[in-house]
């Protein structure tokens, strides 16, 4: 049962937030976890349908740039993790987005869970910041300082090995 | 079209998006390289501080920085020397400086000092990764312990040994020894199990016997040393006898007092005596006065008294200095000698360790639980046996010949029996890696006096400072931490 569908089932279609309709490969898709789970239930079910799988969550932008991810990856699948050309890709693939796409791309990396992406997004935005100030840290998160300047000088007075 | 549910967890709907914010702002912050960068983000906002400040957040970090590092990235570590006290008694530890590792570093390079301990004389007695123990030796009536973290500067101060204690002397009257079980870090699923400051942890005091044993009599089969064990549960030091065996293996009468850590033992030589204990095998229930057997009677090489006994890695490592002048029978390059040499070409360096691995007895140990704790060691130390290899590390870099003045110091790597650190009588500091065969100069050191005796302590920085143990807390004034 399950051989005769998965043949049917090549391609899925997918839904971002804002109705737009993408058709992913099933390899493709397999890069993410969730996609990758639907895909698995509908076959068990043994539905030849085409299965179309709305993500509430992600935007149409967003989406294409996880699925550009997914397609680079499944091409690599085989491969070991250790790849060089595709850690290039990789770097080279985040390096065009400004914060608010990185952020957005994590939570939908996270959602759809395309952990290897998850780990990438993270690890990039961890290196990024590692050298800011915290002026700029806040800026870049849009964060409003809550601290009073007595909580700020104590924090600081406790953990003053740390600012040498 | 079928539409399945596309998200298991939405049947739940208690994740808000708030939550997951905070668990990727989590993956973000335990990809953070140093914990330097951490307290940059505690100063973001309070929603920070708190997420950063939960104590899971801790073992989150350094279980990811344990899986993330490869094993060739050691963190930044340092050799300690003590008994230097100039001006302030400051320990300033230029010299040790240049030892710390370059790669991957965690933390900026801390000059530091131990002034915030507000000591007027101290001495460094022992160290535990990158905690310290400080002997404040400006007061004669007891011994005053303090533990702290030179990385944080926190410090609890331990209550004063009982008095009468052990004739002090402010060379080096006594061995001092720290065992910590913990930090825990451990990812534990329930909230209200160990924090990961809640371990045990004892100390070990031993005052380096001077009596002399007459060179002609017979040896009896134990040698008997008394020592102090802190023990932290209680809170108190407790007086133990400790039965050392008779060594089967060497002929030496006069090996001087040694005592290192190893894989949580303490292995004590004095004369023709060799034994090793577990310092946690002294209860808080033990009482005073308790004579307890040191285990394994594995045989000591040839010229021990000679050697410069050393750890890494769980294994002893035992390396000839340099030949001395005073004893002109000695064996020159036949065993275990550690020379530097003038050839033709440069300067080399050559070395035969010997080396006794205590991982897989100890673990086999720890793992049996036994109840008779004494069989399974002895049982299992009479296959171990001091491994022996030698090496030369040859200068190609044209290090001066006057280097050839003499060793001072040795120190080898926490965790690569490759590399040995040497510094000479002329205060230089080489490094000899035996992997390579190559000999290097790492720098120099601080002109170090030369009647002061030397014993070096190894400091090794951990990704995130070890927390001191909580349990002193409430029985102790005299502490700053919070």
């Given at each position: 049962?399950?051989?005769?569908?998965?043949?049917?089932?090549?391609?899925?279609?997918?839904?971002?937030?804002?109705?737009?309709?993408?058709?992913?490969?099933?390899?493709?898709?397999?890069?993410?976890?969730?996609?990758?789970?639907?895909?698995?239930?509908?076959?068990?079910?043994?539905?030849?349908?085409?299965?179309?799988?709305?993500?509430?969550?992600?935007?149409?932008?967003?989406?294409?740039?996880?699925?550009?991810?997914?397609?680079?990856?499944?091409?690599?699948?085989?491969?070991?993790?250790?790849?060089?050309?595709?850690?290039?890709?990789?770097?080279?693939?985040?390096?065009?987005?400004?914060?608010?796409?990185?952020?957005?791309?994590?939570?939908?990396?996270?959602?759809?869970?395309?952990?290897?992406?998850?780990?990438?997004?993270?690890?990039?935005?961890?290196?990024?910041?590692?050298?800011?100030?915290?002026?700029?840290i806040r800026q870049i998160f849009d964060i409003k300082n809550d601290f009073t300047p007595q909580e700020e000088a104590d924090i600081k007075n406790e953990n003053a090995w740390a600012f040498r | 079209m079928e539409k399945p549910n596309p998200d298991p967890r939405s049947a739940s709907s208690s994740t808000s998006i708030a939550d997951v914010l905070d668990k990727l702002l989590i993956e973000i912050f335990v990809r953070l390289p140093s914990v330097e960068s951490v307290i940059t983000c505690k100063l973001v906002s309070k929603h920070w501080l708190s997420l950063l400040s939960n104590p899971k957040f801790v073992i989150k970090f350094v279980n990811h920085k344990k899986t993330t590092q490869t094993q060739k990235q050691v963190l930044p570590w340092t050799f300690l020397s003590t008994m230097r006290l100039k001006g302030n008694d400051e320990i300033d530890n230029k010299d040790a400086k240049s030892l710390i590792e370059k790669h991957n570093k965690v933390f900026s390079s801390p000059k530091f000092s131990l002034n915030f301990l507000g000591l007027e004389r101290l001495k460094v007695a022992a160290t535990f990764k990158d905690l310290i123990l400080c002997l404040d030796i400006s007061r004669?009536?007891?011994?005053?312990?303090?533990?702290?973290?030179?990385?944080?500067?926190?410090?609890?101060?331990?209550?004063?040994?009982?008095?009468?204690?052990?004739?002090?002397?402010?060379?080096?009257?006594?061995?001092?020894?720290?065992?910590?079980?913990?930090?825990?870090?451990?990812?534990?699923?329930?909230?209200?199990?160990?924090?990961?400051?809640?371990?045990?942890?004892?100390?070990?005091?031993?005052?380096?016997?001077?009596?002399?044993?007459?060179?002609?009599?017979?040896?009896?089969?134990?040698f008997i040393l008394n020592m102090k064990v802190f023990c932290s549960e209680n809170c108190q030091w407790i007086d133990v006898d400790l039965r050392i065996p008779l060594n089967p293996g060497t002929g030496e009468r006069l090996i001087p007092f040694k005592a290192v850590l190893c894989k949580g033992m303490v292995c004590i030589a004095y004369y023709k005596y060799f034994g090793m204990f577990n310092p946690f095998d002294v209860a808080p229930t033990t009482p005073s006065g308790t004579t307890l057997e040191a285990k394994g009677s594995i045989p000591l090489p040839p010229l021990f008294s000679k050697s410069k006994l050393l750890e890494c890695g769980g294994r002893l490592i035992s390396v000839l200095p340099n030949p001395s002048s005073r004893c002109p029978c000695y064996r020159r390059n036949k065993e275990g000698v550690t020379k530097l040499v003038n050839i033709k070409e440069g300067v080399s360096v050559s070395a035969i360790f010997k080396e006794l691995d205590l991982n897989q007895v100890v673990d086999n140990h720890h793992n049996n639980n036994s109840d008779d704790d004494n069989e399974v060691l002895v049982s299992a130390s009479a296959s171990l046996c001091w491994r022996r290899y030698g090496f030369e590390c040859?200068?190609?870099?044209?290090?001066?010949?006057?280097?050839?003045?003499?060793?001072?110091?040795?120190?080898?790597?926490?965790?690569?029996?490759?590399?040995?650190?040497?510094?000479?009588?002329?205060?230089?500091?080489?490094?000899?890696?035996?992997?390579?065969?190559?000999?290097?100069?790492?720098?120099?050191?601080?002109?170090?006096?030369d009647h002061l005796q030397f014993s070096n302590h190894r400091l090794e920085l951990q990704c995130w400072p070890t927390p001191l143990p909580t349990i002193l807390r409430s029985d102790t004034s005299k502490s700053n931490d919070f």
């Open positions: 049962m399950a051989s005769s569908s998965s043949s049917s089932l090549s391609r899925v279609v997918v839904k971002s937030s804002d109705n737009n309709l993408f058709v992913v490969n099933k390899k493709v898709a397999s890069q993410s976890q969730l996609l990758k789970q639907c895909i698995d239930n509908m076959e068990e079910k043994g539905t030849n349908d085409v299965i179309l799988i709305p993500l509430s969550n992600v935007t149409s932008n967003i989406l294409t740039l996880v699925l550009e991810y997914c397609e680079k990856h499944a091409d690599f699948a085989d491969d070991d993790n250790n790849n060089q050309e595709l850690k290039q890709w990789d770097h080279e693939f985040l390096k065009k987005f400004d914060y608010a796409t990185l952020n957005s791309l994590t939570m939908a990396a996270d959602y759809m869970v395309t952990k290897s992406l998850l780990n990438l997004c993270c690890q990039f935005i961890a290196d990024s910041i590692k050298d800011l100030t915290v002026q700029q | 004669l009536d007891h011994r005053y312990y303090y533990i702290c973290n030179p990385i944080t500067k926190h410090w609890v101060a331990l209550p004063p040994t009982p008095s009468p204690l052990i004739e002090y002397d402010h060379r080096d009257g006594s061995w001092a020894g720290l065992i910590c079980e913990g930090p825990y870090y451990y990812d534990y699923d329930d909230d209200d199990h160990h924090n990961i400051d809640d371990y045990r942890f004892r100390i070990v005091v031993v005052p380096i016997p001077n009596k002399r044993i007459p060179r002609n009599r017979r040896y009896d089969p134990f040859l200068d190609k870099t044209g290090i001066s010949r006057s280097i050839l003045s003499g060793i001072r110091m040795m120190g080898i790597h926490p965790t690569n029996n490759q590399l040995l650190y040497i510094i000479t009588h002329e205060n230089k500091l080489l490094l000899c890696d035996r992997a390579s065969s190559s000999l290097k100069t790492l720098g120099e050191c601080d002109l170090l006096p």
